[in-house]
């Protein structure tokens, strides 16, 4: 088994572990009906319509 010769500084194991903790910024895609911006695969909560079908019925808000 391995044994390190050395103390691994903080600020050496401090950065090996902040390196995996990074945000990732979700891939939005325009929705095809009414160009609002929603996650892939899931239906458009502005207009309810997923792959040019409409899949819920909204009420309007008007």
């Known amino acids: 088994m391995a044994v390190p010769k050395y103390?691994?500084?903080k600020q050496r194991s401090r950065t090996r572990r902040s390196a995996n903790m990074k945000?990732?910024?979700p891939g939005l895609i325009?929705?095809?009906t009414?160009?609002?911006k929603v996650l892939p695969h899931?239906?458009?909560p502005k207009c309810g319509y997923y792959r040019?079908?409409?899949v819920i019925e909204l009420e309007n808000m008007a």
Do not use: Y
């Open 7 to 9: 103390k691994t500084s």
């Open 52 to 54: 040019g079908n409409q």
């Open 34 to 36: 009414c160009g609002n």
């Open 23 to 25: 945000l990732i910024i």
């Open 42 to 44: 899931r239906v458009c």
């Open 30 to 32: 325009e929705c095809g």
